[in-house]
C-alpha cells in the first residue's frame, strides 16, 4: 500500500489508519477523497501538523474512540479497534490528552493522576474488599513520581482549579503516564506553556521517546515539533498533503505553500 | 405535646427516608444521575414486601397474589424486586444524561403508579393492600415502636457503612472522575457507562428495603403513599443537607421529617386552628425550605463534623 507522499508500506505498523473519514452534518472534517490514511511504527515519533480546521484533533478523537469514523479502520497491534469504546481503547495502551485540557475537579493534582491509573479497586466485586490497598501504595508512589518527572510535585496537594493552563496540560500528560500507554497522542501540549515548562516538556517527550514510547503530537509550534519529531504528517482540509522527515516537510513546497506560508517557521 | 412519641416517629421516618436520601445521593452526587422517579423503587419495596407477606386472597380482595412468607425472606424479595426494577428501568433511561434522565425517570413512576392504580389485580387498585404484617411485637420491656425505630435506624447505618466502603474505595474516586469530566475518565480507561449502571442498580437495593420498612410501618401499601410528592421530599432533603457530604444528606432527611411531623403533632386547642394550621403547613415548609438553602445548616453542621473527626 503506498500512500501520497511517498510512505513506505503500512505493514507492520503499530497505529494505522485506514481510509478513515468523518463527517460533521455535512462539513468533511477528516477524509478528503478517499479518506485518510497513515500508519505510526513502534518507538516513532510522529508529529501531526496542518492548518486550524484540518482535522488533527477530530483524527485524534477517531483514534481514540471518542469519535467514530464514518468509514475505513483504525488498527492498533493488528486489531481493529475501529468501533471499541474509549475506555477499551485506553485500556488497550492507547492514551491521549485534549486540545483544551481536562480534568477531575473535585480531585486533588495528586489524585487525578491515581485516578489516571487502573486499579482493582475499581471493579466491584474488589471494592468492598481490603486487597485494593496494597496496590493503592503502589499506584500512589508511581503517581508522585511522574508528577516529580512533569514538575508539578509541589502540587500535589493543589485544588485543579489553583493550577495555570500550562500546569493543567502537563497534569493531563501526567494522568496519562501513570498508565503507562504503549502510545500516547498529545493535542497541542505547548499551547497556553511557558517557555521554561515548554522545555521541561520537549526533555520529558524525549525522555519518553527513547524510552521506546510511540508518540503522536499535534502542535501549532513547528519550532518545537521539528526538532524533536522523527516523522511528519501534514494535514489540510482532512487529508494527508505530506509526509517525511522534518527536513523534507520544512522544504516541501506544497507544503509551504498551504501551511507554512512562505517557510517563516523552518 | 407527646414528645418520646415524636421523636420515635422522627427517628423511624427519618430513617427510612434518610435510606432512600442517601441512595439518591449515591446516583445523584457521585453518579451524575438525576432520578426524578425514586418514589416507584421505594414503591416497589413496599409492594413486594406486602404481596410477599400476606395471606392468599379471600372476601373481597382484589389482587391475585398473597404468599404467607415469612417477613424476613419478604424484606430480601423487596430488595431484589428494586433491583430487577433498576434494571429494567435503567436500561433504555440511563443513555440519556441530565434532564432528560430526570424526565424518564420520572415518567417511569408516573407510570408505574398509574399501573397500581389501575391493575387491580397487583394490590387492589386505589384501596391498597392493608393487611401488611408488622413483624416486631414488644421485646421484653422494650414497646414495639422502639424495636421499630431501631430497627430503622439499624438498616440507615447499614446503608451509611456499605455506601461508604464503596466510595472510599477506587471505585469511588472512578465515579468521582466520571462525574467530573466523562470524557476524561474514559480517556483513563473508566468504563463510564457501566459504572453509572453498576451505581443504579446498587443504590436502588436500599431503597427496596425501605420501602418494605414503610409498609411494616404504616402497615398499607397504598398508591397515595407513593405519590411523586415522596421523590420531591426526598430530592430537598438531599438539597437540604448538601449533596456532597453523607451526614449532611442524613442530618437534612430528619430534619425534612422533624418539621412534618412536628406540625402534625402540634396539640391545637379548636378545629378551627387545626385547619389553619393544615393550611399554612406547606406556606411555612416553603418559608422553611428558602431559609435553609439560604443558611444551610445541615451541610454547615456535617462539615463540622467531618472536621472535628
Not at chain 1, 514510547?213 to 504528517?233: C, G, P, S, W
Not at chain 2, 415502636?145 to 451509611?160: D, E, H, Q, S
Not at chain 2, 402497615?219 to 411523586?228: G, I, K, R, V, Y
Amino acid at each position: 500500500m503506498t500512500l501520497p507522499g511517498g510512505a513506505a508500506a503500512l505493514n507492520g505498523a503499530l497505529l494505522e489508519a485506514r481510509h478513515i473519514s468523518k463527517r460533521f452534518s455535512g462539513l468533511q472534517a477528516v477524509g478528503g477523497s478517499d479518506g485518510l490514511s497513515f500508519g505510526v511504527d513502534r518507538g516513532a515519533f510522529v508529529g501531526l501538523i496542518g492548518p486550524n480546521g484540518a482535522g488533527k484533533s477530530t483524527t485524534f478523537d477517531l483514534m481514540s474512540g471518542v469519535q467514530t469514523s464514518d468509514t475505513g479502520s483504525v488498527f492498533f497491534n493488528g486489531h481493529d479497534i475501529t468501533r471499541s469504546s474509549p475506555d477499551t481503547i485506553a485500556e488497550q495502551g492507547i492514551g491521549r490528552t485534549f486540545q483544551t485540557p481536562r480534568a477531575f475537579e473535585s480531585l486533588t493534582v495528586l489524585q487525578n493522576v491515581v485516578a489516571g491509573a487502573t486499579s482493582p479497586g475499581e471493579s466491584l466485586r474488589w471494592a468492598f474488599g481490603r486487597s485494593w490497598r496494597n496496590h493503592e501504595t503502589e499506584i500512589v508512589e508511581a503517581a508522585q513520581a511522574i508528577l516529580r518527572r512533569v514538575g508539578l510535585h509541589e502540587r500535589a496537594a493543589a485544588r485543579v482549579s489553583d493550577l495555570s493552563g500550562g500546569e493543567l496540560r502537563m497534569l493531563e500528560v501526567a494522568r496519562q503516564l501513570v498508565r503507562d500507554p504503549t502510545v500516547l497522542l498529545l493535542d497541542e501540549p505547548t499551547a497556553g506553556v511557558h517557555p521554561g515548562l515548554q522545555e521541561r516538556l520537549a526533555a520529558l517527550l524525549q525522555d519518553l521517546h527513547s524510552g521506546g514510547m510511540t508518540l503522536v503530537v499535534v502542535e501549532h509550534n513547528l519550532h518545537f515539533l521539528l526538532a524533536l519529531a522523527d516523522h511528519i504528517l501534514v494535514l489540510a482540509d482532512g487529508a494527508l498533503l505530506a509526509q517525511g522527515p522534518p527536513a523534507d516537510i520544512r522544504a516541501d513546497p506544497a507544503v509551504i505553500s498551504a501551511y507554512l506560508g512562505g517557510g517563516d517557521a523552518a | 405535646m407527646n414528645w418520646p412519641q415524636l421523636l420515635v416517629t422522627v427517628l423511624t421516618l427519618g430513617s427510612i427516608f434518610g435510606v432512600v436520601t442517601l441512595s439518591l445521593n449515591l446516583q445523584y452526587a457521585r453518579g451524575g444521575m438525576i432520578n426524578f422517579g425514586i418514589v416507584a423503587y421505594f414503591a416497589v419495596g413496599a409492594y413486594t414486601y406486602a404481596i410477599f407477606t400476606q395471606p392468599p386472597p379471600q372476601g373481597l380482595d382484589q389482587y391475585k397474589f398473597g404468599f404467607g412468607w415469612p417477613w424476613w425472606t419478604a424484606v430480601i424479595v423487596a430488595g431484589l424486586a428494586a433491583l430487577v426494577f433498576a434494571a429494567v428501568t435503567g436500561w433504555p433511561t440511563l443513555r440519556l444524561r441530565g434532564e432528560y434522565l430526570a424526565l424518564t425517570t420520572f415518567a417511569f413512576a408516573e407510570v408505574f403508579h398509574s399501573l397500581l392504580l389501575n391493575e387491580r389485580r397487583i394490590g387492589n387498585g386505589t384501596v391498597g393492600l392493608a393487611r401488611v404484617e408488622r413483624p416486631f411485637g414488644d421485646w421484653g420491656p422494650i414497646e414495639e415502636k422502639y424495636v421499630f425505630a431501631g430497627a430503622a435506624a439499624l438498616l440507615l447505618v447499614a446503608t451509611l457503612l456499605v455506601f461508604r466502603r464503596l466510595l472510599v474505595s477506587p471505585y469511588g474516586r472512578a465515579l468521582d472522575a466520571i462525574r467530573d469530566d466523562e470524557t476524561a475518565a474514559l480517556a483513563a480507561g473508566k468504563p463510564a457507562q457501566k459504572m453509572r449502571r453498576q451505581v443504579f442498580l446498587i443504590s436502588a437495593v436500599p431503597v427496596g428495603f425501605a420501602g418494605a420498612v414503610y409498609a411494616m410501618f404504616t402497615t398499607l401499601a397504598q398508591p397515595s403513599l407513593f405519590t411523586a410528592e415522596v421523590t420531591f421530599i426526598v430530592w430537598i432533603a438531599l438539597v437540604l443537607g448538601g449533596e456532597r457530604s453523607v451526614y449532611g444528606v442524613v442530618l437534612g432527611t430528619a430534619g425534612l421529617v422533624f418539621f412534618e411531623e412536628i406540625v402534625r403533632a402540634w396539640p391545637f386547642e379548636t378545629v378551627r386552628s387545626a385547619q389553619i394550621a393544615a393550611s399554612v403547613e406547606h406556606v411555612v415548609t416553603g418559608l422553611v425550605f428558602i431559609a435553609v438553602l439560604r443558611y444551610q445548616p445541615f451541610q454547615a453542621a456535617a462539615t463540622r463534623l467531618k472536621v472535628s473527626k
